[in-house]
């Protein structure tokens, strides 16, 4: 990933949350025919230390867990939220002319060589984890003990566990580092002005890096 410096972000602990909150990964492998690409759910687990390790399953049916080119890492890429930024928002465009639109956005790619595995008892505890991590925010959660346990046996053979330990961790953190205080001011402002969820969580982005 294109990186430069004013927005890596290295903290391991940072890029640990992102992957919490933003659990759905794009997974892309490389197998015999070339690049597959699926939207899946990981869970992270921290051990081993630092690094940690992803986990989650695929069906049965899905070709990415048996087509694998042996020793070529995965790619998990997390997004956080992402926005459009208009250069008639920045100061500069007044003073200067000399500005561009862009994209801020938040993004965390994690590598590593993918495991399968279809023990029962191994995919249920991954399932659990999985499920009560999206199921604590309820009131009423969700359990897996609630569904019939023949039913859970049936689901639990038609899929495969996927374990991926980190190898490598990059962050990026594009949000808007790189221009004037009263461009980043402006782009505040202007996502503010727009409303809805994502240009409201970008503008807290920029307005955290900017304190």
């Known amino acids: 990933m294109y990186n430069p410096v004013h927005f890596r972000e290295d903290r391991i602990e940072v890029l640990?949350?992102?992957?919490?909150?933003?659990?759905?990964?794009?997974l892309v492998t490389l197998g015999k025919d070339g690049l597959i690409a699926n939207h899946i759910p990981l869970i992270l687990d921290p051990e081993p230390a630092p690094?940690?390790?992803?986990?989650?399953?695929?069906?049965?049916?899905?070709?990415q867990w048996s087509?694998?080119?042996?020793?070529?890492q995965a790619l998990a890429i997390f997004q956080g939220p992402s926005a459009?930024?208009?250069?008639?928002?920045?100061?500069?465009?007044?003073?200067?002319?000399?500005?561009?639109?862009?994209?801020?956005?938040?993004?965390?790619?994690?590598?590593?060589?993918?495991?399968?595995?279809?023990d029962l008892k191994r995919l249920e505890e991954n399932v659990r984890v999985l499920t009560e991590h999206h199921e604590s925010v309820f009131a009423a959660p969700w359990s897996v003990d609630q569904a019939p346990a023949d039913f859970m046996?049936?689901?639990?053979?038609?899929?495969?566990?996927?374990?991926?330990?980190?190898?490598?961790?990059?962050?990026?953190?594009?949000?808007?580092?790189?221009?004037?205080p009263a461009d980043r001011q402006g782009a505040i402002a202007g996502l503010r002005s727009q409303g809805g969820a994502v240009s409201q969580a970008m503008a807290d982005w920029i307005a955290r890096k900017d304190s």
Not at 16 to 26: D, N, Y
């Open 153 to 180: 046996q049936s689901q639990l053979k038609g899929i495969v566990g996927i374990e991926i330990p980190i190898a490598r961790i990059e962050g990026k953190w594009k949000v808007s580092q790189n221009r004037v």
């Open 84 to 118: 459009y930024i208009s250069p008639s928002w920045y100061v500069t465009k007044a003073e200067t002319g000399k500005v561009v639109p862009t994209f801020n956005y938040i993004a965390v790619h994690a590598y590593g060589c993918m495991q399968v595995f279809d």
């Open 67 to 72: 087509d694998l080119l042996p020793g070529v």
């Open 51 to 63: 690094l940690g390790t992803l986990r989650g399953h695929v069906s049965r049916m899905n070709a």
């Open 16 to 26: 640990h949350q992102l992957i919490r909150e933003q659990s759905l990964a794009t």
